[in-house]
Structure formats: structure tokens, C-alpha cells
């Protein structure tokens, strides 16, 4: 490469707080202005760009060539600049503050491009909206609201990165690149260009619009930053480089320059005649670019950023060695925009490579000079500008923060007139050599994790320690809003093992870790660590700090899943001595969780644990020990116990008995925590329904479905039932397999049934077509003498059927009628009561047969109100049946028709939402097609836990059925376009919500069930989107659990989302 010319420098005066009109330099225009009549042939810069035919670059052996602009060539392209601004419209010379003009939003890539553009905007006094082109269309959207913006410029690469929605309102103009202005044609190196910048311009030194940056968005939206004239030429003053020894050597940077510390270079370039060297703007710069670069410009100092440094050490071994050698030639190294991981600054310094540690804010500018280190300077601190009037003031430490003192820095940002104090704590270094101030950042005092018990920690002492093992290359602590803290892991390149074996070797750094950490701050098992998949990248900002609130949004779902491994996890078997000695084990579970409180000889069994300091997160850490001890103790019924069972047992002894006496009772120990008033009410309920009650007993068909699983868990723990006969198709052997197909129904549904109610379950296996069933005589006699309450849930859910296929159906309902009578006749001052499960389906067409949405709970009369598909037609059928035996037989038994809307998956427990119905069969078609239908109605989706609990109230209720027909349908109401938000989320559907008969069209293309396609066609968007909604008054007036629904919250849905992704449904 041909060598810049560098002639000798003449330095421009730069007074930061002088405000004297006379002065030389007042702002960045005048700074150019300057070295364009003093330095005019001085290099400015060296512009990277992809080899072209040009003879007026010379190139090197690399994929680059490189353009030389002096001061005089810049000058003249911002003149070029601002003449082709005002003939696109934007821009007046003549106003003398950005006050009185609408912001210009600059969105475009890294080159010399862009700082042209900027000052010549800055040069018509428009305020400038310097954009990150690595900002999404929403933050774009945001921040040009923000500003009240009227006019963005855009490249053409940026232009089709900004949606439309964005641009509302906004003029856009496609920007030509800095060759054009370097043209002769569009140069005039005659003209008097004094009279351009400085005739009749008049600077407001009070104008704080003249620059707008933004936030990098870590904690959310990116934030406008309203910056003065002088907010530039405080990057020019930023360094510490003596006259006589002036910089005037190329000086790569790597950063962009719509971010702080990439204006740094330029403007030192303008101040002290050190030429800044720019990547091309067609890459984005990494470890074997700014190799090149460097040898490319022959540059002798390099301002980058902490991963492109890890990226460089990463690379293979002998490279790496010939990088290290590259980088120790510099006079500097200069590392800014995030934290530089102490194991890289170490392998550095070791390497002699002469590391500079920059720090800044965008509030008040570059914090840190530009020098070339000495003897006396350490790496690991950062020296503070002495030109800045920077003070550091004394403050609380940080949670988990040393005994070294520690301050916060304030300082003065130009032209606010009043002071900012930047979120960092800081520490100063120990027995300084100098004069000088220098510091180490230890945390932001923002960047704080708030668990949900309200403690805080402050990440950076783990992250820290845990990235200095060479197999981790980035550690980031996740947990706001969760109970305990999670740990996110990167792998480093030299990991070669599988995740569950990182996450094994991490465990035993956090182990060794977890002792000099509060208590609340340790990670408590090794589930809590995510090891974050290949297939997604940190988000970072473009300093290349972690953005937070864009991890959790990323691994929203990695952060959920550990969070319910941690809950459910147990402690390693033997952990805590022999669990046969339930007393020592349980209470040395307490003392090693309470370990920095007590020790084991000083805690007595009757202490209450809180009392002793224990916490809440402690309790759920105890909870799962006790799961572990009181699992060993019975391998056959594993034990999950929850905090609440702590909370009420507050002491060794008050854990042992109450663990006992579970175990004789054999009653549930997860039972969810209740109210004062529930828990009075359920034990004198259980004490009066023991005075002169009559028995219960009731036959249940459909006991392995959904609901009907749900409702015999809470007809088995209901102290009013004596018995459930659960009936099944066939003889002894269906018996045996029904009953495991049972037992594999509840665990699926996750509800736990104790062997005292299993005590209570009788499994008949019947014919329901035959006479008596097809039971013997002795059989059918035992039943007819001990039934109560009849409950038919069983039906085929098959759209594909015809009606005449249901004749089964029917004849087992006039089966279990026929039934019911004989119940009266055998026990005459016997009732029973027959609950029949209709459907919704039953009342598909009744807005069209009557004009009106709501369905009341009465009677049908015109079977072609139900939906055109045998399943709900022979429901219907069911319904008059049992309406005519309510008219001719009500003597015998009450029949009673619950007619049931939508069930969801539940509420109160991880049980499935079965994958035959439509709705999961909606969210796969839409995951099939990556869109969601939109739909402008409403849902009412009732769990189905909380229907069980309606059926049991209603089933149970006092009083003789004053109607035949219930509704059983959740009385919130939901919007459908909510859902639909929720869904394309959760799913990430490219193409969101589009048009229901065109998301019905291209589902038709990908699927084969052309029944379910049917039902989405004709009967879907009336049954499920509010068109039909059933009035559920009565059943409200019976049954508490439906009185207290309320709507499904996003997390629910969000669960149910996961569920079916668990399962292998959804990918």
C-alpha cells in the first residue's frame, strides 16, 4: 500500500467548556474547516472498499482496496454533501438552530459515508438521528416517533430492512455513497469555501438537538440521547498524546460509527492528525478481517471491541500465534464497548500486546483517553479523563459486592445543565503510582436480577468467575421474576463433550462457587444450568453488551424448562444420611441448607425453622430434599413435597410427624395451600357428612378421559362418596387392562390419586347393549342395591361417523335409563340421579333457526339445530330421551342433560390437553403453514379441571333438579385476536394472522384429514369463535368452581403451547 501522506500536524485548540464566540473551534464543522486551511494535505482517513477498476485507488494483495481522503478531499465531499442534501429537500443553511427544523433520521452501514452525511446535516442545522443499522423496524419505528422525525435516510441494503409500518408518515431518501462526492464532477476546488461554512451562520450554543443518539436498548426500546455542538469535540479532546509527540501513524477501528466509541477515531483524526482506518461497509468486522485490515492500512494502533479480541484467541493455534505477534507491534490495543473477560486480557498482556482498557457513555461521550500505555499502567483498570470534571462518590455496595470501597461516577454532560450518574459501581485502583484515576467497572447498579421473592443479586461476581474456565465463553445469569436463580452457558470452541456433561463440569465450578455467594444468589442444582443450543446467538447490542431483556425473550422457553426441572428436582439419594432414620436425615437436609446460620449440633427438632432465619426459597430447596429423603422411604409412591408443606410444618419434629401421618393416612402431601375459611369449611364438612349420611355410590363411564379422570379425582377424595364404579367394555381381562389404561390416564393428567381412594375405585367390565348389562344376575343385583348417581361421560369423538354408526351409543344410554328405573324399583326411597355429558355441537345452527347467539338451558326441538355430523346428532337424539323420560318417568330418577362448550387442558395441574380435539389440531395446521387464522370473534375455554369440580357440584348439590338441562361453558368471554397475538408468538408463524379462508385453503394443501378440514370448513368459526355462546345461569346458581372462572391467562396458553411441543406434537 502506498503510505499516506503525513505531513506535520498543526493541532487545532479544543476548550471543552469555553463558550467565547471568538473561539477557533466551537464545533465538529469547524474543526474540519480548521484542517481543511491548516492540514489540507494531511490523511483523514483510509476508506476499505471492494476492488474496483478505479485508477484512483491502489490496492494490495487482499479482496480490498483503499481510498486515501486528506482533510482538503473531506472538506470539499461535505460540500458535495450538503449541495446534493438541499437539492433533495432537506436541510436549510440559513436556520440558525435544529430547533427550527424537523430531525433527519440517518439509517445506513459503517463507512466514511456516514460521517459525511452527519456533519453536513449538522452543517444545515438539522438535527441529526444517528441510527444503528443493526436496530430492528420496531426500534426504528420507536425511536422515529420518539424524535418526531420526518425524514429518514436510508442506503439500499437498510431500505428493505425497514417494514413499511415503520415508515408512516416518514420521507425516505436512498443516499448515493461517499464516491460520488469524491468525483471531480461534483467539486469545486476553487470556490471560496469560507463563505459557505462560516458567512452568516450563527452557532446556539444552547441547542442539545444537534446530534440524537440512542440507547443500545439493553434494558428494552432504545431511548433518543439529545446531544449539543460540543458533544463531538469531546471525542476529538479525548486523549492523552503530548505535542511533541504527536499520533500521526493509521489507526484502525473496528467499531461503527453509529456508536460512541467508533466516533472516536475520526474525531481524533480531526484533533491530533492520527488518520483513522474504516472496514468496508459490505462486512461486519471479526477476528480475520481486522487481521487484514490491519496489515492492509500497515496500521500501528487498533480500536475494537471484547469479542473480536475471544474470536482472535479462538482461532487455531499457529494463526493464533502469528495474531498475537500482529497485535504486540501496536502501540496500543485499545478495548471498549463492553467488559473485556479477564482470561483474554490476561492471554494479552502475556502476549505483550499493549491493551487499553475505554470506557464511555452516550450521555456524556468517551470517559476514558487514548494514549499510549506505560510502565505504569494495568489493563484491568480504566484511566478516567481529567478534562471532564468527573467525580466519584461513595456508595452502598452491590449485593454480593467485596468490602472495597465502592463509587458511582458523575459528570456533566455538555450543554444539559445538570449532572448524570452513570448505573455502573466502580472501584478505584489500590495504591494508584500517579496522578492519575484509574478504575475497574464491577456491575451495572441497573443491571440487577430481582427474584420473585424480591431479593437481588447482582450477576457479575458469577460471571465472572465462571468465564474464566476455558470451557465457558460467555456465563449469563437469568431469573427476574423467577424463584431461584438460572445460569446461561456459551460453550467455548474448545468444547468437545456433550451438553449434559458441560453442564456436570459447570456444576462443579458453581459448587465450588456457591459458598462465597449469599444464599439466595447460589444456583442450587445442576438443572438450573442452560447450556444454550448452536442454534441461537446471544443477543448483543452493538458495544457488545448482553442485551438481558432480549435473552429472556429468546430463551423464554430453555428459561421456563429449567425453572420446573429446578422445582421438581430432587436431591441426590443418601444425601443426607439414611433416610431410615427420617429424624437425623430431615434435619440434616435443614442444616445444610441453612448452613451459614447454624450448625447441625445447635438446631433442636422442636425450633421452628423460621424462627431461625429460613426463607422462602429455602423452604422450596428443603421441599425438594424432603421429596428425596421421604422418596427413599417408599420407592414405590415417590413423594413430591411443596414449600406449603413446610410452611406448616415449621419445625423437624412438626415435618417427621406430619410425613407420618400422611403415610398412615395415605392422604395427598402435594395438596395446594388453601384459605383460612376453605381449610375450617373442609374439615367440618368432613365432620357433618359423617353424621346420618346416606351412602353415595356412583357408576362413572368414561373414567380414562379427560374430564372423566379429572372428576374421579375428585369424586375418590370427596369424604361423601363410598364407592365409583368405573364401567368398561368386555369381561376379566378388559378389567385388567382398563385398569392400567387407568392408571396411565391419571398419571398422564397428573393428578394423584391415594390408595385410600383407590380403596373406593371398582372397575365392572359390562356389554352396554346386553340386558342387565350383561352382568349376572348377582352382579347387576349388587349394583342396582348400591348406586345413587349415575354419570355417562363415554362417547366416540369421531367426525368421520355417520349417525346411524352411534346406535351403540343410544342403545347404552336406554341401557343405563332402564338401569336407573331398576335402581327405584330394587330401593324404593332410592332416587337416583342420571347425568348425561351433551355438547355444544347440539346447538350449532340454532343462531340461524332463531336469530339469536345465546343459548338458553332448555330444550332443542329441531334436530337440525345440531351440527351436520353423527356425533352431535346422536347426542341430540340423548337429549330427547332423556327430556322424555324426565316427563314420564321423573318418578323413578332425575335425569339431567349437561350440555359442555370447549374444555381446555388444566389449570391447576400439568395434565395434557388431548391432541385429537380441534383446537390442538388448529395450532399444529397453523404451525404446518406458519400462519394463524384471524378471527374477530371470542372463545370461552373452561380447564377441564375446573370443569370436573361443576360436574361434581352439580352431581352432588343438595336439592332435586329443578331443570333437565345445565350448561357447562366458561362465562368469560376471550378475544380471538388476543389468541391469535399469543399464538404466533409462541410459534414464531412467519406469516402471522392472515384471512381464514385463506389459512383454511393452505391448510386443505398440507393435511390429509379431510373430516377435520370439514369441521373447520362448516361448523369451526361457529361453535368455537362466539357465534354460539351457551347461557350458563343455572349451572352458576349450583356450582361454585364455575361462579369463580375466570379467563385463561397468556401463561396458561403458553403452557398448554409447551405441553403439545413436549409431547412431540408441536416442534
Not at 413435597?641 to 395427598?668: G, H, M, P
Request: hydrophobic share 40%; proline share 5%; net charge neutral.
Amino acid at each position: 500500500m502506498t503510505v499516506p501522506h503525513l505531513e506535520d500536524f498543526i493541532r487545532p485548540s479544543i476548550l471543552l467548556t469555553e463558550t467565547d464566540r471568538d473561539e477557533t473551534v466551537r464545533s465538529i464543522i469547524d474543526l474540519i474547516q480548521f484542517n481543511a486551511t491548516k492540514n489540507p494535505h494531511h490523511c483523514f482517513c483510509l476508506q476499505a472498499e471492494e476492488k474496483t477498476e478505479d485508477g484512483s485507488l491502489y490496492a494490495k494483495e487482499s479482496s480490498w482496496n483503499v481510498r486515501q481522503i486528506t482533510f482538503k478531499d473531506l472538506y470539499l465531499s461535505l460540500k458535495a454533501c450538503v449541495s446534493w442534501l438541499k437539492a433533495s429537500g432537506i436541510g436549510n443553511s440559513k436556520a440558525s438552530s435544529s430547533k427550527n427544523q424537523s430531525p433527519v433520521a440517518v439509517y445506513i452501514e459503517s463507512d466514511v459515508s456516514l460521517f459525511i452525511y452527519v456533519v453536513a446535516l449538522t452543517a444545515l442545522n438539522c438535527s441529526v438521528v444517528l441510527l444503528s443499522a443493526r436496530l430492528s423496524s420496531e426500534s426504528i419505528s420507536h425511536l422515529l416517533r420518539e424524535t418526531d422525525t420526518r425524514h429518514l435516510l436510508v442506503s439500499k441494503r437498510t431500505h428493505h430492512v425497514v417494514k413499511s409500518s415503520a415508515l408512516n408518515d416518514i420521507n425516505v431518501t436512498v443516499v448515493v455513497g461517499y464516491s460520488h462526492f469524491m468525483s471531480d464532477l461534483n467539486r469545486d476546488a476553487e470556490e471560496d469555501t469560507d463563505a459557505f461554512w462560516r458567512g452568516g451562520r450563527d452557532f446556539d450554543e444552547n441547542d442539545n438537538k444537534v446530534l440524537i443518539l440512542h440507547s443500545s436498548g439493553t434494558t428494552g426500546l432504545p431511548k433518543p440521547i439529545r446531544q449539543g455542538h460540543r458533544y463531538l469535540l469531546g471525542y476529538a479532546a479525548c486523549h492523552d498524546f503530548p505535542v511533541d509527540a504527536p499520533p500521526i501513524w493509521p489507526n484502525l477501528s473496528t467499531l461503527p460509527l453509529y456508536h460512541g466509541f467508533g466516533m472516536l477515531a475520526p474525531c481524533l483524526s480531526l484533533s491530533v492528525g492520527m488518520p483513522c482506518c474504516f472496514p468496508p461497509a459490505t462486512i461486519i468486522p471479526g477476528a480475520q478481517s481486522t487481521l487484514k485490515l490491519l496489515s492492509l492500512f500497515e496500521a500501528q494502533s487498533l480500536m475494537s471491541v471484547p469479542s473480536i479480541m475471544e474470536d482472535i484467541l479462538n482461532i487455531e493455534s499457529k494463526e493464533r500465534g502469528e495474531a498475537l505477534s500482529i497485535l504486540a507491534k501496536l502501540k496500543f490495543v485499545a478495548i471498549g464497548g463492553g467488559p473485556l473477560p479477564h482470561s483474554v486480557g490476561e492471554e494479552l498482556s502475556h502476549a505483550s500486546v499493549n491493551v487499553l482498557a475505554h470506557y464511555g457513555v452516550t450521555e456524556i461521550g468517551a470517559l476514558a483517553p487514548i494514549f499510549v500505555p506505560g510502565p505504569d499502567y494495568d489493563w484491568r483498570y480504566i484511566r478516567l479523563r481529567n478534562d471532564l470534571n468527573l467525580q466519584l462518590r461513595p456508595v452502598e455496595p452491590l449485593p454480593l459486592a467485596s468490602s472495597v470501597e465502592r463509587f458511582k461516577l458523575v459528570g456533566l454532560p455538555f450543554g444539559w445543565g445538570k449532572e448524570y450518574e452513570i448505573q455502573d459501581e466502580i472501584e478505584r485502583r489500590p495504591s494508584q503510582p500517579n496522578k492519575n484515576i484509574d478504575i475497574k467497572v464491577m456491575g451495572r447498579r441497573d443491571d440487577i436480577i430481582v427474584l420473585q421473592t424480591g431479593e437481588k443479586i447482582s450477576p457479575k461476581l458469577i460471571e465472572d468467575a465462571l468465564v474464566l474456565d476455558p470451557f465457558v465463553k460467555s456465563a449469563i445469569c437469568l431469573g427476574d421474576g423467577c424463584f431461584e436463580l438460572l445460569i446461561l452457558i456459551e460453550p467455548s470452541s474448545s468444547v468437545t463433550f456433550d451438553d449434559d456433561s458441560l453442564r456436570k463440569h459447570v456444576w462443579g465450578l458453581l459448587t465450588r462457587i456457591n459458598p462465597a455467594l449469599d444464599s439466595h444468589a447460589r444456583i442450587s442444582c445442576k438443572e438450573a444450568i442452560i447450556i444454550k443450543s448452536h442454534r441461537k446467538i446471544i443477543p448483543r447490542s452493538d458495544k457488545g453488551s448482553v442485551m438481558r431483556r432480549e435473552v429472556h425473550k429468546l430463551f423464554e422457553t430453555d428459561i421456563k424448562n429449567a425453572q420446573r426441572k429446578v422445582e421438581t428436582t430432587s436431591y441426590e439419594e443418601g444425601l443426607f444420611g439414611n433416610p431410615s432414620e427420617i429424624n437425623e436425615a430431615v434435619k440434616r437436609a435443614v442444616c445444610s441448607i441453612l448452613s451459614d446460620k447454624l450448625q447441625i449440633d445447635e438446631l433442636s427438632s422442636e425450633e421452628d425453622l423460621f424462627e431461625r432465619g429460613m426463607d422462602s426459597l429455602q423452604a422450596t430447596r428443603l421441599a425438594r430434599a424432603l421429596s428425596s429423603i421421604f422418596s427413599s422411604l417408599s420407592p414405590t409412591s415417590k413423594a413430591h413435597i411443596t414449600k406449603e408443606f413446610v410452611y406448616q410444618n415449621s419445625s423437624v419434629n412438626k415435618l417427621v410427624s406430619a410425613y407420618k401421618d400422611l403415610a398412615r393416612a395415605r392422604k395427598d402431601i402435594n395438596r395446594e395451600p388453601k384459605s383460612r375459611r376453605t381449610r375450617i369449611n373442609a374439615l367440618a364438612t368432613e365432620y357433618m357428612d359423617s353424621i346420618h349420611r346416606d351412602e353415595v355410590n356412583i357408576l362413572l363411564t368414561g373414567s380414562s378421559g379427560n374430564l372423566g379422570v379429572q372428576l374421579l379425582s375428585r369424586l375418590v377424595k370427596s369424604q361423601r362418596i363410598d364407592r365409583v364404579y368405573c364401567l368398561c367394555r368386555g369381561g376379566d381381562r378388559a378389567v385388567e387392562e382398563y385398569q392400567e389404561l387407568l392408571q396411565t390416564s391419571i398419571k398422564t393428567a397428573d393428578v394423584l390419586i391415594d390408595p385410600s381412594g383407590w380403596d373406593k375405585i371398582e372397575i365392572i367390565g359390562v356389554n352396554m347393549q346386553a340386558p342387565r348389562l350383561g352382568l349376572t344376575s348377582e352382579q347387576y343385583t349388587k349394583i342396582i342395591n348400591s348406586i345413587t348417581h349415575i354419570v355417562h361421560l363415554a362417547w366416540p369423538m369421531d367426525f368421520n361417523r355417520k349417525l346411524e354408526s352411534y346406535k351403540p351409543q343410544l342403545d347404552a344410554l336406554q341401557m343405563l335409563i332402564k338401569l336407573s328405573c331398576d335402581i327405584n324399583q330394587s330401593r324404593p326411597n332410592t332416587k337416583p340421579l342420571l347425568l348425561f355429558a351433551s355438547s355444544i355441537a347440539v346447538t350449532r345452527y340454532y343462531h340461524e333457526l332463531t336469530g339469536r347467539h345465546v343459548v338458553l338451558e332448555r330444550s332443542l326441538k329441531d334436530p337440525t339445530v345440531s351440527a351436520s355430523f353423527g356425533y352431535a346428532e346422536a347426542k341430540w337424539i340423548c337429549e330427547h330421551m332423556l327430556e322424555r323420560a324426565w316427563k314420564t318417568l321423573r318418578q323413578s330418577f332425575d335425569p339431567v342433560v349437561m350440555r359442555i362448550g370447549q374444555l381446555s387442558g388444566p389449570e391447576s395441574c400439568r395434565g395434557v390437553w388431548k391432541t385429537a380435539e380441534h383446537v390442538p389440531a388448529l395450532l399444529k395446521a397453523s404451525q404446518r403453514i406458519s400462519a394463524f387464522p384471524a378471527l374477530d370473534g371470542d372463545f370461552s375455554w373452561l380447564p377441564v379441571d375446573r370443569a370436573a369440580s361443576s360436574i361434581f357440584e352439580v352431581l352432588l348439590h343438595k336439592a332435586t333438579p329443578k331443570t333437565l338441562y345445565y350448561h357447562l361453558e366458561n362465562p368469560i368471554r376471550q378475544s380471538f385476536a388476543d389468541l391469535g397475538t399469543i399464538v404466533v408468538k409462541e410459534l414464531n408463524l412467519k406469516d402471522g394472522k392472515i384471512p381464514f379462508e385463506i389459512w383454511l385453503t393452505r391448510v386443505t394443501e398440507v393435511m390429509g384429514d379431510a373430516s377435520l378440514i370439514e369441521f373447520f370448513r362448516k361448523d369451526f368459526r361457529s361453535l368455537a369463535n362466539g357465534e354460539i355462546k351457551l347461557d350458563t345461569g343455572r349451572t352458576r346458581g349450583v356450582s361454585r368452581s364455575l361462579r369463580s372462572a375466570n379467563g385463561l391467562g397468556k401463561d396458561l396458553i403458553t403452557e398448554y403451547i409447551q405441553r403439545w411441543r413436549e409431547m412431540g406434537f408441536l416442534s
